[in-house]
């Protein structure tokens, strides 16, 4: 009996410690209460020394960094700046640290890829600028708020070139319409082939139109055709930030105009205000050119000519501007012919290209004329027939024209932001019916 009471006794009192220790053990494990978080640690601050850009808008993607309007409260200094090498833009990304970050120096640089457009390049920026400053924000608190990852889909991309800066062009229109009486066709087409580098720009350029028309009047039938076509062509060397030289060549011919065969050679320089480093946002270039013309003329001018060699000059600005959705520019020439200063002529055009699609855009322009200078008028004038149906030019004071078409590009596409000299060659091709 005694035996078994103490083992009785020896379990009860293993339970009670037992208990004890359970209603002990919580009670140590939660211990004091948490306290509340404080606030979170201020970012490093920052000033973009970028004149002309985003600023704002390129240090929106960095939330670990607080942008400053105020360099002396700046604990990093970030100076963005460009230049054209290999026919590529390259932004420089020029970090400095002050204060707490007084040494700690670091610069990054982006090379923008062929055919970007300015947002994806505003947005590789914005990913440089947050990578440069990870250095710094590393040193702070705010490190432990931070975390890398690696993405891997990302790709090295080659810098080779397939079309060696080649841009080809081609264009073909036609136009057909009739009725019983009368029936009209009208064909037009196109080639140009340009090869654009920061030193050296070339472009050249052949088209070609046609229009015929027939009446049938019972007892009379009338029949008319038209033709033109002819070659366009520029070379420009770089010789600096701001002056380029070169050559215009263009030979034509034209029923309309009575130019049996006219060839031109012109020796330009130009200069642009603004550096061509500044030509992805805005140019204004100033340009001059003295040529000379042979001419000879299907029938005899108004001068008692039908051959002729002469010089003429003009001066040309244009101003350009291009932004996110397009370009947009206007410009202004003035020329004459050396012979006879009244043979001038003024004239002024503006054109604004909406990007639709890669090399794609919408293309609106116009433009107007005050013409002194029409040496190629033919000395028999022109039928009542010629005229109402514009087979031949006829004297005017002036001209004025509106456009608007889709454009397709293909080819290489490097050279859209390299070689901005001399424009797109001078004066466009000018087709007339």
């Not at 040529?291 to 005899?300: C, D, I, K, N």
């Not at 039908?306 to 520019?329: I, N």
């Not at 639709?356 to 029409?374: P, Y």
Request: no cysteine.
């Amino acid at each position: 009996m005694n035996g078994r009471k103490k083992k009785r006794r020896a379990g009860r009192g293993f339970a009670l410690l037992a208990l004890g220790l359970l209603s002990v053990l919580p009670a140590r494990a939660q211990g004091p209460p948490a306290k509340p978080a404080g606030p979170p640690p201020a970012p490093p601050k920052i000033f973009i020394d970028w004149p002309g850009g985003d600023v704002a808008g390129l240090a929106a993607g960095v939330p670990f960094a607080e942008l400053t309007s105020s360099r002396e409260d700046a604990q990093v200094l970030v100076a963005v700046s460009s230049r054209e090498d290999e026919g590529r833009e390259v932004f420089r990304l020029a970090f400095s640290g002050r204060r707490e970050f007084q040494g700690d120096d670091n610069t990054l640089t982006y090379a923008a890829r062929p055919g970007d457009t300015r947002e994806e390049t505003h947005q590789a920026l914005a990913g440089l600028l947050k990578l440069g400053l990870v250095r710094y924000a590393a040193k702070t608190p705010l490190a432990k708020h931070l975390s890398v990852r690696f993405q891997d889909e990302v790709r090295p991309t080659s810098v080779a070139d397939p079309w060696d800066f080649w841009v080809f062009n081609l264009s073909a229109n036609g136009f057909l319409m009739g009725e019983t009486q009368y029936r009209s066709g009208m064909y037009y087409g196109s080639f140009s082939a340009n090869r654009v580098t920061p030193g050296f720009k070339l472009r050249t350029s052949l088209y070609g139109n046609i229009q015929k028309m027939r009446f049938d009047f019972g007892e009379t039938v009338y029949e008319s055709s038209s033709h033109g076509y002819g070659f366009s062509g520029l070379a420009v060397k770089s010789l600096s930030g701001r002056w380029s030289a070169g050559a215009f060549l263009s030979v034509q011919s034209s029923t309309y105009s009575n130019l049996k065969l006219s060839a031109s050679v012109a020796p330009a320089v130009e200069f642009n205000v603004f550096p061509y480093s500044e030509s992805t946002k805005r140019q204004l270039r100033i340009l001059y050119r003295i040529g000379l013309t042979r001419t000879v003329y299907h029938e005899e001018t108004l001068y008692f000519k039908t051959a002729e060699t002469l010089f003429r000059e003009s001066l040309e600005v244009a101003f350009e501007v291009k932004r996110p959705w397009g370009t947009a520019g206007l410009e202004i020439e003035g020329s004459h012919y050396l012979h006879d200063l009244g043979k001038n002529r003024v004239e002024i055009e503006g054109n604004v290209s909406f990007r639709v699609w890669k090399g794609l855009s919408l293309e609106l322009g116009g433009g107007a004329t005050r013409i002194r200078d029409q040496l190629a008028l033919p000395r028999g004038g022109a039928s009542y027939e010629e005229v109402l149906l514009r087979q031949k030019q006829l004297a005017t004071g002036y001209d004025y024209n509106l456009s608007v078409g889709l454009n397709f590009t293909f080819g290489s596409t490097r050279s859209q932001v390299v070689n901005p000299r001399f424009g797109n060659g001078g004066r466009g091709i000018s087709i007339s019916f």
